[in-house]
């Protein structure tokens, strides 16, 4: 198995974690990354607020790259899947953007490029049961609350989930790893994305609303998917709610049983390392 | 709700550029009950979508809703009309810039610095970008301590990868403002 992978700019910086983590789990499970350093950003919350049409060339760009790889994506990133998942469905189904972005991007578009996030790529096309067979640590007795928040799940038509009010993906992979996700009903609500930045006020009430709710559910820790939710869920909460959060990739790895989770996991704001350790016996 | 628009073609306009059938909402409130702005912006994307059909675009354009509004894309998941509110979100930004009516908005401001920032490096330099955005808007303390902490754990890098091949960033970035323009 082979891809186009695309970290995304977050991915290098404020996101390395989840970088990290992805690329160590698609090694150990034999999933092949191939990266291009010509990718460029997606244009995220920014083009799409101001420059429609930029914010389908940005993305355009990178399937334009894959193409050439004749490559399939695979983007950890919420937001960047997302990104290239309307730009794909605008290239394929307006004959009249395609030819501007065509002209701009200097390509043809083929239609021949898959999009997939990481999430999707390892539950429907690597296979559940084969992750389930890698496990060698399972994470008994660790119970999480499985949060998708927006841009993975939004909007439906273009991100493809069947049930957007309840997808379940998340759950039954973190039960795979042995781990018990918990009920609760904040799964797919927002985290205040870019508003972290600008209105970090407007974010800490929404944060602290879902790490709240978590708790409550009786969760131990969050699951993501998403660079941004994860640093607002981190950076953006009230202190006294200090529950940690991780990037499902953090947590396929612990279970894999990849010894360089030290290289990441104090990179967290919450450190997430404690909880580990009161469940996992040590070695 | 008085002074309509002096210019009556702006709800058509938002009409065409976003392509969502703005006049088939009957106000079930629907992208209200689950707007995650609520109290804290003007309006609510329901109210938004009444002052197009109204006529009254400019007031839509000056609200702090398009702008506290972070594009979560439940209202228009949840719209029984099939009306993308999200999409109609994007147009009257982009329309407020053009327009100058976001000059007081310090959300903009943020869009442009991310941008050029690709423009410039085909990247987000994350960590020039904070930086570049908290002095534009005088604000360079409030983050300071959050700052440090993920400076410390090396999530705010000095140095960033860039794109080496700028001559097509360059042509993606005049392209857009062609078509636009
Ligand atoms: S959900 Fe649709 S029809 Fe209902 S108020 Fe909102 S825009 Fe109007
Ligand atoms: S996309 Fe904007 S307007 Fe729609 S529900 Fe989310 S925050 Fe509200």
């Given at each position: 198995?082979k891809?186009?992978?695309?970290?995304?700019?977050?991915?290098?910086?404020?996101?390395?974690?989840?970088?990290?983590?992805?690329?160590?789990?698609?090694?150990?499970?034999?999933?092949?990354?191939?990266?291009?350093?010509?990718?460029?950003?997606?244009?995220?919350?920014?083009a799409?607020?101001?420059d429609?049409?930029?914010?389908?060339?940005?993305?355009?760009?990178?399937?334009?790259?894959?193409q050439?790889?004749?490559?399939?994506?695979?983007?950890?990133?919420?937001?960047?899947?997302?990104?290239?998942?309307?730009?794909?469905?605008?290239?394929?189904?307006?004959?009249?953007?395609?030819?501007?972005?065509?002209?701009?991007?200097?390509?043809?578009?083929?239609?021949?490029?898959?999009?997939?996030?990481?999430?999707?790529?390892?539950?429907?096309?690597?296979?559940?049961?084969?992750?389930?067979?890698?496990?060698?640590?399972?994470?008994?007795?660790?119970?999480?609350?499985c949060?998708?928040?927006?841009?993975?799940?939004?909007?439906?038509?273009?991100?493809?989930?069947?049930?957007?009010?309840?997808?379940?993906?998340?759950?039954?992979?973190?039960?795979?790893?042995?781990?018990?996700?918990?009920?609760?009903?904040?799964?797919?609500?927002?985290?205040?994305?870019?508003?972290?930045?600008?209105?970090?006020?407007?974010?800490?009430?929404?944060?602290?609303?879902?790490?709240?709710?978590?708790?409550?559910?009786?969760?131990?820790?969050?699951?993501?998917?998403?660079?941004?939710?994860?640093?607002?869920?981190?950076?953006?909460?009230?202190?006294?709610?200090?529950?940690?959060?991780?990037?499902?990739?953090?947590?396929?790895?612990?279970?894999?049983?990849?010894?360089?989770e030290?290289?990441?996991?104090?990179?967290h704001?919450?450190?997430?390392?404690?909880?580990?350790?009161?469940?996992?016996?040590?070695? | 709700m008085?002074?309509?628009?002096?210019?009556?073609?702006?709800?058509?306009?938002?009409?065409?550029?976003?392509?969502?059938?703005i006049?088939?909402?009957?106000?079930?409130?629907?992208?209200?009950?689950?707007?995650?702005?609520?109290?804290?912006?003007?309006?609510?994307?329901?109210?938004?979508?009444?002052?197009?059909?109204?006529?009254?675009?400019?007031?839509?354009?000056?609200?702090?809703?398009?702008?506290?509004?972070?594009?979560?894309?439940?209202?228009?998941?949840?719209?029984?009309?099939?009306?993308?509110?999200?999409?109609?979100?994007?147009?009257?930004?982009?329309?407020?810039?053009?327009?100058?009516?976001?000059?007081?908005?310090?959300?903009?401001?943020?869009?442009?610095?991310?941008?050029?920032?690709?423009?410039?490096?085909?990247?987000?330099?994350?960590?020039?970008?904070?930086?570049?955005?908290?002095?534009?808007?005088?604000?360079?303390?409030?983050?300071?301590?959050?700052?440090?902490k993920m400076f410390?754990?090396?999530?705010?890098?000095?140095?960033?990868?860039?794109?080496?091949?700028?001559?097509?960033?360059?042509?993606?970035?005049?392209?857009?403002?062609?078509?636009?323009?």
């Amino acid at each position: 198995m082979k891809f186009f992978y695309y970290p995304g700019c977050s991915l290098e910086a404020t996101a390395k974690e989840y970088d990290y983590s992805a690329r160590m789990i698609c090694r150990q499970l034999g999933i092949e990354l191939v990266e291009n350093d010509q990718w460029c950003c997606c244009g995220a919350t920014s083009a799409h607020s101001l420059d429609h049409l930029l914010s389908l060339a940005l993305p355009a760009r990178n399937i334009a790259l894959a193409q050439e790889a004749g490559l399939s994506i695979v983007t950890p990133c919420a937001a960047c899947f997302n990104r290239l998942k309307r730009a794909d469905r605008e290239l394929r189904e307006n004959t009249e953007i395609r030819r501007k972005i065509e002209a701009i991007c200097e390509f043809q578009y083929s239609g021949d490029v898959k999009i997939y996030s990481l999430l999707d790529a390892l539950a429907s096309l690597y296979g559940l049961e084969k992750i389930a067979a890698a496990v060698k640590k399972p994470l008994a007795g660790l119970r999480v609350a499985c949060y998708y928040g927006c841009l993975l799940v939004r909007p439906p038509e273009i991100t493809g989930f069947d049930q957007p009010e309840n997808p379940t993906v998340m759950e039954t992979l973190v039960a795979k790893l042995g781990a018990e996700a918990r009920k609760w009903s904040y799964r797919t609500e927002c985290c205040g994305a870019s508003q972290g930045i600008t209105n970090p006020k407007f974010a800490t009430r929404l944060v602290d609303q879902l790490l709240t709710m978590a708790m409550e559910a009786g969760a131990q820790a969050l699951v993501t998917s998403c660079p941004l939710c994860q640093s607002n869920l981190e950076m953006r909460r009230s202190p006294h709610l200090n529950l940690p959060s991780f990037y499902f990739t953090e947590l396929v790895a612990v279970a894999l049983g990849i010894p360089e989770e030290k290289i990441w996991f104090h990179k967290h704001l919450v450190d997430p390392r404690p909880l580990l350790r009161s469940l996992l016996p040590a070695g | 709700m008085r002074s309509p628009d002096l210019y009556p073609a702006l709800p058509e306009k938002v009409r065409e550029k976003s392509g969502q059938p703005i006049e088939l909402c009957f106000q079930c409130q629907k992208c209200a009950s689950g707007c995650p702005m609520g109290e804290r912006a003007d309006y609510l994307p329901s109210q938004i979508i009444r002052m197009l059909q109204l006529g009254l675009t400019e007031r839509a354009l000056q609200s702090s809703s398009i702008w506290l509004c972070p594009s979560c894309e439940t209202c228009s998941a949840r719209c029984p009309n099939g009306i993308k509110i999200a999409a109609v979100m994007d147009v009257l930004r982009a329309m407020a810039v053009l327009r100058d009516f976001a000059a007081k908005n310090k959300e903009p401001v943020f869009h442009r610095v991310f941008l050029k920032s690709i423009q410039n490096r085909g990247r987000v330099h994350e960590t020039l970008i904070l930086i570049q955005y908290k002095l534009k808007v005088r604000d360079l303390f409030s983050d300071a301590v959050t700052g440090l902490k993920m400076f410390k754990r090396g999530k705010l890098p000095l140095f960033a990868k860039k794109v080496k091949n700028k001559k097509i960033m360059k042509r993606i970035f005049a392209g857009a403002a062609q078509a636009q323009g």
